[in-house]
């Protein structure tokens, strides 16, 4: 390779990839080698041609990033949330880069006890994640996991709050997941295989060997992932097992961790259902016979599906997406014409009573609960115009309470923005919905820069927050575009079913449709248009730019997922086997034939594309950094333009990038200073 002031050029080696006969050559296959010098210093080259290449903005960036900054309440304070007896909540600190753990007993006016610090922690770290952080019953006992690399591979350990001494043991290679005995003493752990995939339950006991942990549960169908938790009445740990399409639910008495675990229903291909402990009974959410889930119940002793009895019927137009168990009430939360909204009921009386929000689009979710038998239920609210905001909604009176609504300093005023919703019509005329906000003041004339971002993959429904950080656009003049494309769930399950296997490509035709609309209505204009999208998202982006390359002026693509057929091939990837059932097998000569006709990689062509910034985590163990690597060397190769195309790896995290708040901060202005200085914005 070379790299002088021209773009670096990776070296040629030609792979040869047969698979159903068909023959692709990959001249970039080996920059899957992490282990071999010459990779990591073409990485690293290409590091510094982006640097070299971005220098000139450094003072755009610096300016960015302490304008961002400045709207940040850096020392701040979550709402507490009480468990027994005591308020539990993090705090920031201002220059401390990670959040600290604290309680106070009884009374929030009472002395502060800290029970863990990640600063401290992640001293002398390039990199620090906190996994689990768990209190246990008797409130005594912390476990908390930790990653230092970004490779999303956590080592467990205990902590004794009242003499604030560590446990002896040490357990590594754990996942997110954990669940505390109602003893004390009994936990429940999981760990990963060589692909990352969760795939055992482990009991400990705490105070002993981890080599004499039992082994619980090993789950062998790669297909799974394996987690487990705990319902909210606190009376059953749930080992949850599930692929793409499929779930399956085991059950313990929390009261006896060393007990056995019942099977709650067999997996049956393609039925999903979660299940959720009220009093006598199991509530169980199902798509069985309903495409946008229905609600049942059972009782305790009777989990068979013969006993199951419906609650609240399948609906076309509402999606139910879950439920959560209170003494008195449930909490139904479900999904409407796009939209996320709750329900509640009362168990006693069957009364049900709707949460209504009064913005054409928003974001709603369930906060932080933990307490069974209350009648406050805590839910976050935001819209692309409303500062994230937590609320003490009262069961038995219906009022709410707003706890706190993020500061935005520097004198933030909602009233000079506004958001719309506004809906485009895709090629097989599906109305597909967009989310849009904008300072107050713009012209409809084609002039304005617009950013416009998508996912609408695994089901995950894209939600219209708020962002402080964009406020540096849009205080600019920019529109912001949520593209609510099919892959997604905004619609209910259908939308998600119709983004996926042999219909993929309606996410990549939604999102230009979205793009046509927004420049056919005078928002904007292709040489004012930016797009962004990562992981998944990162494949919108690839594939969009093959399809319509003169539609954008710049793409942002972060840790991108676009060497998806070889990708899904290798079953010693991470994750590859359990794709199979988002994307298709391509084993199967149809499912691969389709893939190969829209993965990014194996679609660039000789041709103009738009300037690109193209991001990495060496250590990223869900969309390996050879990804975005080789669609990069293969751009370079093959485009007919001289526009900008950057790679920037971050040599020392995984795929959500650097760790730090103020190092994630200074990531965000170095794109924005990327978008500002393609569009020739100051």
């Given at each position: 390779?070379?790299?002088?002031?021209?773009?670096?050029i990776?070296?040629?080696?030609?792979?040869?990839?047969?698979?159903?006969?068909?023959?692709?050559?990959?001249?970039?296959?080996?920059?899957?080698?992490?282990?071999?010098?010459?990779?990591?210093?073409?990485?690293?080259?290409?590091n510094?041609?982006?640097?070299?290449r971005?220098?000139?903005?450094?003072?755009?960036?610096?300016s960015?990033?302490?304008?961002?900054?400045?709207?940040?309440?850096?020392?701040d304070l979550?709402?507490?949330y009480?468990?027994?007896?005591?308020?539990?909540?993090f705090?920031?600190?201002?220059?401390?880069?990670?959040?600290?753990?604290?309680?106070?007993?009884?009374?929030?006016?009472?002395?502060e006890?800290?029970?863990?610090?990640?600063?401290?922690?992640?001293?002398?770290?390039?990199?620090?994640?906190?996994?689990?952080?768990?209190?246990?019953?008797?409130?005594?006992?912390?476990?908390?996991?930790?990653d230092?690399?970004?490779?999303?591979q956590y080592?467990?350990?205990?902590?004794?709050?009242?003499?604030?001494?560590?446990?002896?043991?040490?357990?590594?290679?754990?996942?997110?997941?954990?669940?505390?005995?109602?003893?004390?003493?009994?936990?429940f752990?999981?760990?990963?295989?060589?692909?990352?995939?969760?795939?055992?339950?482990?009991?400990?006991?705490?105070?002993?060997?981890?080599?004499?942990?039992?082994?619980?549960?090993?789950?062998?169908?790669?297909a799974?992932?394996?987690g487990?938790?705990?319902?909210?009445?606190?009376?059953?740990?749930?080992?949850?097992?599930?692929?793409?399409?499929?779930?399956?639910c085991?059950?313990?008495?929390?009261?006896?961790?060393?007990?056995?675990?019942?099977?709650?229903?067999?997996?049956?291909?393609?039925?999903?259902?979660s299940?959720?402990?009220?009093?006598?009974?199991?509530?169980?959410?199902?798509?069985?016979?309903?495409?946008?889930?229905?609600?049942?119940?059972?009782p305790?002793?009777?989990?068979?599906?013969?006993?199951?009895?419906?609650?609240?019927?399948?609906?076309?137009?509402v999606?139910?997406?879950?439920?959560?168990?209170?003494?008195?009430?449930?909490?139904?939360?479900?999904?409407?014409?796009?939209?996320?909204?709750?329900?509640?009921?009362?168990?006693?009386?069957?009364?049900i009573?709707?949460l209504?929000?009064?913005?054409?689009?928003?974001?709603?979710s369930?906060?932080?609960n933990?307490?069974?038998?209350?009648?406050?239920f805590?839910?976050?609210?935001?819209?692309?115009?409303?500062?994230?905001?937590v609320?003490?909604?009262?069961?038995e009176?219906?009022?709410?309470?707003?706890?706190?609504?993020?500061?935005?300093?520097?004198?933030?005023?909602?009233?000079?923005?506004?958001?719309?919703?506004?809906?485009?019509?895709?090629?097989?005329g599906t109305?597909?919905?967009?989310?849009?906000v904008?300072?107050?003041?713009?012209?409809?004339?084609?002039?304005?820069?617009?950013w416009?971002?998508?996912?609408?993959?695994?089901?995950?429904?894209?939600?219209?927050?708020?962002?402080?950080?964009?406020?540096?656009?849009?205080d600019?003049?920019?529109?912001?575009?949520i593209?609510?494309?099919?892959?997604?769930?905004?619609?209910?399950?259908k939308?998600?079913?119709?983004?996926?296997?042999?219909?993929?490509?309606?996410?990549?035709?939604d999102?230009?449709?979205?793009?046509?609309?927004?420049?056919?209505?005078?928002?904007?204009n292709?040489?004012?248009?930016?797009?962004s999208?990562?992981?998944a998202?990162?494949?919108?982006m690839?594939?969009v730019?093959?399809?319509?390359?003169?539609?954008?002026?710049?793409?942002?693509?972060?840790?991108?997922?676009v060497?998806?057929?070889?990708?899904?091939?290798?079953t010693?990837?991470?994750?590859?086997?359990?794709?199979?059932?988002?994307?298709?097998?391509?084993?199967?000569?149809e499912?691969?034939d389709?893939?190969k006709?829209?993965?990014?990689?194996?679609?660039v062509?000789?041709?103009?594309?738009?300037?690109?910034?193209?991001?990495?985590?060496?250590?990223?163990?869900?969309?390996?950094?050879?990804?975005?690597?080789k669609?990069?060397?293969?751009?370079?190769?093959?485009?007919t333009?001289?526009?900008?195309l950057?790679?920037?790896?971050?040599?020392s995290?995984?795929?959500?990038?650097?760790?730090?708040?103020?190092?994630?901060?200074?990531?965000?202005?170095?794109?924005?200073?990327?978008?500002?200085?393609?569009l020739?914005?100051?």
């Open positions: 390779m070379t790299q002088k002031s021209n773009p670096p990776a070296t040629k080696h030609p792979h040869e990839l047969v698979t159903h006969g068909d023959k692709r050559i990959d001249n970039y296959y080996w920059l899957r080698q992490q282990d071999n010098p010459e990779v990591i210093d073409y990485l690293k080259v290409e510094d041609y982006t640097e070299e971005m220098q000139h903005t450094e003072e755009l960036q610096k960015l990033y302490d304008e961002i900054l400045s709207r940040i309440k850096e020392t979550s709402v507490p009480r468990l027994k007896d005591y308020y539990y909540y705090r920031t600190e201002e220059g401390q880069a990670y959040s600290i753990f604290c309680r106070k007993y009884q009374s929030l006016d009472a002395e006890e800290i029970l863990l610090d990640q600063n401290e922690l992640a001293e002398g770290k390039e990199f620090f994640s906190l996994g689990v952080a768990s209190v246990s019953p008797n409130q005594q006992i912390l476990a908390y996991s930790t230092t690399t970004g490779a999303e080592t467990l350990v205990f902590l004794d709050l009242s003499t604030r001494a560590l446990y002896s043991e040490t357990i590594p290679n754990t996942y997110y997941s954990f669940a505390w005995g109602n003893d004390n003493l009994t936990v752990y999981t760990k990963v295989d060589d692909a990352n995939r969760p795939y055992q339950l482990w009991r400990h006991i705490l105070g002993s060997d981890p080599s004499k942990d039992v082994l619980v549960y090993q789950e062998d169908d790669e799974y992932y394996l487990v938790g705990k319902t909210r009445s606190r009376a059953y740990i749930l080992l949850e097992l599930g692929s793409k399409i499929t779930s399956e085991h059950y313990l008495d929390a009261n006896n961790p060393r007990g056995e675990f019942k099977l709650f229903q067999p997996r049956q291909t393609g039925v999903e259902y299940i959720e402990h009220h009093s006598d009974r199991f509530y169980i959410v199902t798509n069985e016979e309903a495409v946008n889930f229905r609600l049942r119940s059972t305790v002793d009777s989990t068979d599906k013969t006993n199951w009895k419906t609650v609240i019927p399948h609906r076309e137009n999606m139910l997406e879950g439920i959560d168990a209170f003494a008195d009430y449930l909490v139904i939360y479900e999904r409407k014409g796009g939209l996320p909204t709750a329900r509640i009921q009362t168990l006693a009386t069957g009364e009573t709707e209504t929000f009064p913005e054409p689009t928003f974001s709603f369930g906060g932080n933990p307490e069974f038998d209350t009648t406050k805590r839910f976050g609210y935001s819209s692309m115009i409303t500062p994230s905001s609320f003490d909604y009262d069961l009176t219906g009022e709410r309470e707003l706890k706190k609504e993020t500061e935005v300093l520097g004198g933030y005023d909602r009233s000079l923005y506004a958001s719309e919703r506004l809906i485009a019509t895709a090629s097989d109305e597909v919905p967009i989310s849009l904008y300072k107050k003041g713009i012209n409809q004339d084609s002039s304005n820069p617009l416009l971002t998508g996912y609408g993959s695994y089901g995950y429904p894209y939600p219209a927050t708020f962002s402080s950080v964009r406020l540096s656009l849009l600019r003049g920019f529109i912001f575009a593209a609510h494309i099919r892959g997604g769930q905004e619609m209910g399950r939308w998600y079913e119709e983004g996926k296997f042999l219909h993929k490509k309606n996410t990549f035709t999102f230009i449709a979205c793009a046509e609309h927004l420049i056919a209505e005078k928002w904007t292709s040489d004012r248009l930016v797009i999208g990562g992981s998202g990162g494949l919108l690839g594939a730019i093959n399809l319509r390359p003169d539609l954008f002026k710049a793409v942002i693509a972060d840790v991108p997922f060497d998806v057929l070889t990708s899904i091939l290798d010693s990837l991470p994750l590859t086997v359990l794709e199979w059932e988002e994307w298709g097998n391509p084993n199967q000569p499912y691969y389709y893939i006709s829209y993965s990014p990689y194996d679609n062509t000789a041709k103009d594309y738009p300037a690109l910034l193209i991001t990495a985590g060496l250590n990223d163990s869900r969309v390996k950094y050879w990804e975005p690597a669609w990069t060397a293969k751009l370079r190769e093959m485009k333009d001289d526009h900008l950057l790679l920037k790896t971050n040599m995290a995984g795929h959500g990038g650097a760790s730090g708040r103020y190092e994630h901060l200074q990531e965000i202005a170095f794109e924005y200073a990327f978008v500002l200085d393609q020739n914005l100051k």
